[in-house]
Structures are given as C-alpha cells and as structure tokens.
DNA sequence: CTGTTAGCGCATTCAC
DNA sequence: GTGAATGCGCTAACAG
C-alpha cells in the first residue's frame, strides 16, 4: 500500500484550509466561474458546454470530493429536502414497518426524514407540529399519530402534509388502508366456519383504525346475521388481558375472538388459558396484525395481513406530490391483504359450553 | 366565536405576501433594525437595550409567529441542529426503544434526528455515511448499525460520530450496553440453580453485541466450571427454530440456553415444543431480550433487561458534545441491568435423561 | 459557450 | 442603546 496521498483532504489552492470544499473553490481550480460550475453539477440541460470544458469540471469536483451544500442550497431554493414524521409512542410493531416503508419511499425521492415521536399521555393536534416547516426544517409533514381528531374541531395544518393511517378532519390527505376489507376477510372466514357470535378485542375508540374496524365489523356482521360484542382496552399485553376476562364474563360469551394488535394477542392468550378454554376448540382467535411469531405460538394464530410498508410508502410519496404543489387525493390501500390462514381459526363446537 | 380574525397571516406592512415572516418584517413592523430584534431574539448578553423596545419587538415576533429560519441560521453558524441516526434493518423491538431513548434526547439538546435505515444485504461502512455531515445534512452521526468491522479495516470517519451498540474500530466513540454484566447475570444465576452445561443460541459472531456477550459467557463459565455451547443463527424465528433443533442433536445436551433476541425466542420455544422437552422441566431457558409479552407466554420466560432508552439517549448525549467540540469517551451502561426472574430457569432434573 | 449580478434569511463585527 | 455592512454557499435571471 503506497502512502503519502491522502486524496480525503483538499490539496488546491494555496490558502485551502481544513474547510470542505465549496463551489467556489473548485469554480478557482478549474478556472471557471462558480455558476458554469453550478450548472454543470445540476446538469443544467439549458447550458450548453463542451464536453472537454465539462470533464474538467466534474473530474475536479470528484477529486476534491465536493459536496453540495444542503443549507445554502435549500435557503436559496426555498426547499429544504426533508420531511417530518410524527409517530406515535407505542410498542407495537407495525409502525416498524410504517416507518421502514416510508423511509425507503423518502431515498427514492431523494428526501431524507425526520422523526419525531408523540408523549403517549397527550396527543397534541397536528398543526403543533407545523413549526417544523415553517423554521424550514421540512417541507412536509407525515402525521402519523394514532389518534381520531384531537381535541374539538382541530385547524388542520396549513402546510403541505398527509395523515398516515389514520384520517384527518378533512378528506384530501389521508393514506389509509382498507380495513373494511380487512375486517370483511375476518368476518366472512368466521362466518363461514360457521360463527354465529363474535367477540371484538381492539384499542380505544378514539383511535382512527379501531373506530373504522368497529365500524365495519359492525356493518358486515349484520349483513351475515351475527352479533358481535366489543371490548376496548390499552394496546397492552395486561389491557388485552382484562378485556378478554370481560368478554369470557358475558352471559353471551363469543366463539372467536379478533384481536386489534398483538400485545393484546399475548394478554389474550394468558386469560383463555387460565380460563381453561383452549384454542381453538372453545375459541377461535384472529390477529388484525401479522407477525412471523404468531407461526410460531402454542397454538399457531390465524390472522390479517396488511401492506404496512406499502402504507408507509404510499404516504411519503403523497406527501411529495403535495409539497411539489400538487393536490392529490385520499389513498386507500387494498392490496396485498390476505388472511394467513393458521390453527387458530376452526369451526366453533357447539355441543360443550365454555366452562366459566 | 367571534370571526374576522386571522392571526395565522402576517398583516404587517403594505407588500407583506403569503411568505412566512423574516426577520426583516418584524424589524420593519417595529421600526428598528434587523440586527437589533436579531439580538433581542437570540437574548444576546451583550445587549443593553430598554426594557420597553424589548418587549415590544418580543410582542412583534410573536403576533407575527415569527419562526426564526434554521436553513439560514445554519448557513450562518454552520451548524444545521440536527443529528442523522443510522439503523439497522430489523424487526428486532429493541430498536424501537433505543430509537425511542434517543428521539427524546435529541428533543432536550435541541436537536432534530433523521433516521435512515441500512438495506439488510449488505452493511456499509460508517464513513459511507458521511455524507450527511458533508452536504450539511447533519451536525454528526449516529451509527447503530449492528455489524463489527464492516470490511477489512474500516476507516473511521472524520466527521463528529458515536457508536451505539456496537463498537467501532477505535475506542473513544463507543457508547455500548455491559454485555459482560449482563451475561453475568445469565451465568451466575444458572450457576446457583445447579446448571453444568449451557447452550447459548444468538445471532452471528459478525454482530458485535454477540462478539461481547459470547467472550465473556466464555470466560463466565470457565469460572464457574461450567460447559457452553453456543449456535448462531439470524435473528429470526426460523433462525432460532433451527438452530434449537441443533442444540438438541448434541451428544451432551445442554440443560439450559441463552438466547440472544426475541424472535428467535419464539422459534426456539417451538422446537423445545416439537421435540417434547418441556420448560423448565427439561430446559431452562433465558431470553437476553426483556419485553412485556414474554410475562404472558405458556410459560413466562426469564429475561435480562437492559436500559435501551438510556442507551439511545447516552449515545445522542455523546454525539451533542462531540459536535460542540468535545473529545469524549466511551460510555458503557451498566444500571439498571437485572435479571427479570420468571418461570421459565428452574433447577435441571438430573433424574430424566432427555429424550431425543 | 460563459461570466455578472443579485439575493435567499440570518448572525455578527464594527462603527456611531 | 442602536444601525450599517458583510458574508455563509448556492442558484437563477440576465448579459454578453
């Protein structure tokens, strides 16, 4: 290994300090000015340039290792090249894959992205994260918080934004995914096994999934003449717990049970065992969220599967569309969604009651 | 409600457009300078000025919501006020909580995070991340990608940077968990129950976290006289399935395993499961991840718990100071590190002879 | 084909 | 106690 070059440092003009490299310094190496040089980097298609004159230059640029400047850049452009992400503060792991698939979508665009996350104990309404575009931190914002209009009717924000898997107050902005759908796979799955009670084990109303899940779920199980009985807890492994406890204390206890998310899963599990009811002999069971363990359980749990990075994705490029001063339209993702068919959705038994 | 109010846009002088309020429209609505409501924003010391003035450009700002530019600030100070965090593509929650430590640490320093997530194929080195300190993107970097020495010997890089969870080539930088503590806990308490012969099913030996825990379950053994095996397998429940089924095909079965995540907890329980070898009966079992769920499980299984949100933060922490100049060192977390005892680490039963 | 000029919004050194 | 001038690094409209 030669030594005695060190190509990381810039090695130009006589007063180069330890500065990183500026237009202007190789605008001088090259013997250019600065803006042919900008226009070259930018390939600038309105200049025409002979080729020679344009090797010179990106062949110094690279040699220097210039980089352009984002902050100069987006003062002068107006642009900062960045997008703001407000995620909720949960555990659950979907929003690891919300978060993935926008991130990826945000690269391609060429954006980067900031994230912030929201205090559990008070969502604040989305136009509080407004600041972030107008210091030009962003361009647009990603509201991804969980909950259902916060607060009375809340201003939405008057800067390019989208709401992630929820809705706002206003149709527009909202990339949402089809959880009509969703629930119809469940729904018609239990029906068909032959059904005729259904359980419902979600999170609070409040948040904007559950409040349509419920909603559908109540709609279709009319439509296939089924009841279904409602519990809403925390998105926690012992609120999944005590509401499944509530639900087994019914006079009319369910024969499947769906399950919002998959702490709550675990919570549930733990209070069907200690009742003694197995699964799925006493009790069907489906998770609205997929996870590779649920495979891997005692008893493998059939569930909803949903395009989350899809979602994440779908989201950041809206969002990019707005701040390029498009309007754009509500996105409704409906596929892929399948139902992982495992053990734990079975034909109910009719002949043995649930011991209670 | 009264209406006819819209405080959310400038009205101040004639030509005032749509734009968001400069500094310069604040100067002018009061009749000063921009340099002096510059300084009186900025509460700069050196500044004598009457209270009344103060307070008057102070009631200006706010009434125009003014938003002080970071792009030009930045450009001025050269400092852009946010930090770029590198993670690792895994579905693994216990980078949910250290993302979670460090989001909020950067919120306390003033700091915004941008999150940008490494394709899982194949590892970068921290220097191809450079850039973002480059481009002035960011004050520095946060590496939490889990790989040691990613290629042969990985340069450095020459912008401001830590370490989270793993080590880099020098030390100086690194901000890491006490594995060596944390195995103690695993070791000594097996130990204490009567256990000879360990297993330990982690990721690959690649993962530095894996490197740290696997030396010092060696040495912790040759300690205490006792035997270890160790398998690597990914982080998965696949992972973690297979590599369990070949621990149970050694000729000395071990009486207890270690196991490195989450996920390959779940495949591990399947394969103890399928080859009729019940916890903690026939094996014990200690998961190095702690979550809420694993207190929920068919057996609720022992886990060593550690600080990931300190850690987050701690690493955000380090990297703030190297940014205003600082040298720093390493930090390592050693509090509050302990063993959450459940049902799954029981005494071995020397009687019954695994059936295999 | 290339150079000149202006200015994005702010902090800061100096002058008064 | 306050104002003027300068420049951070870049792009873009306009000259030549």
């Known amino acids: 290994m030669h030594s005695g070059e060190n190509p990381a440092i810039n090695h130009g003009g006589k007063g180069s300090e330890n500065r990183r490299p500026r237009l202007a310094d190789i605008a001088e190496a090259v013997g250019l000015h600065v803006s042919t040089v900008s226009r070259v980097l ?4 309105s200049l025409s340039i002979r080729p020679e004159t344009r090797d010179r230059i990106l062949a110094t640029a690279r040699r220097q290792r210039y980089r352009p400047n984002a902050m100069a850049r987006g003062l002068k452009q107006a642009r900062t090249g960045a997008l703001a992400m407000v995620v909720p503060l949960l555990r659950n792991p979907i929003w690891a894959s919300i978060q993935r698939g926008a991130l990826q979508a945000a690269v391609d665009g060429g954006q980067v ?42 201003r939405t924000p008057t800067v390019p934004h989208v709401y992630l898997n929820r809705r706002g107050p206003r149709p527009g902005n909202n990339v949402v995914m089809d959880e009509e759908k969703a629930m119809r796979l469940f729904v018609e799955r239990l029906s068909g096994l032959g059904h005729r009670r259904l359980g419902v084990l979600d999170g609070f109303k409040t948040i904007d999934t559950v409040y349509r899940r419920t909603t559908a779920i109540r709609r279709l199980c009319a439509e296939h003449g089924m009841s279904a009985a409602f519990v809403h807890a925390e998105d926690t492994e012992a609120g999944g717990y005590d509401a499944t406890m509530g639900l087994l204390a019914r006079r009319d206890v369910p024969t499947a049970i769906g399950i919002g998310n998959l702490n709550q899963l675990f919570g549930a599990m733990k209070a069907l065992r200690e009742r003694g009811a197995s699964v799925p002999e006493d009790m069907s069971l489906v998770s609205f969220d997929e996870d590779d363990c649920l495979g891997y359980l005692e008893v493998p749990v059939t569930s909803v599967s949903m395009p989350l990075e899809a979602l994440g994705a779908a989201a950041v490029r809206a969002l990019i569309e707005r701040v390029n001063g498009g309007s754009g339209t509500d996105v409704l993702l409906s596929d892929p969604l399948v139902l992982v068919e495992r053990a734990s959705a079975a034909e109910p038994r009719p002949a043995r009651r649930l011991r209670l």
């Open 42 to 45: 930018n390939d600038d298609a």
């Open 113 to 154: 992205v900031m994230i912030l996350e929201e205090p559990p104990d008070h969502a604040r309404p989305p136009a509080d994260y407004q600041y972030l575009v107008e210091e030009s931190r962003a361009d647009g914002l990603l509201i991804a918080t969980a909950q259902r209009s916060a607060g009375e009717r809340s």
